[in-house]
């Protein structure tokens, strides 16, 4: 369920834009990137 992750990972990136309104762009961009790439450990 590679989904779910993605999934809380944008929860978690939508929190921190509430947090923080002026989030960088590009650290946004990348955090959906990271989250987009499946992990290779």
């Keep these: 369920m590679k989904k779910t992750k993605f ?7 939508q929190k921190r ?3 923080n309104i002026n989030v960088d762009k590009k650290e946004f961009l990348d955090l959906i990137k990271k989250a ?3 992990k290779h450990d």
């Design 7 to 13: 999934n809380i990972k944008r929860k978690e990136i």
């Design 36 to 38: 987009s790439q499946p």
């Design 17 to 19: 834009i509430k947090q």
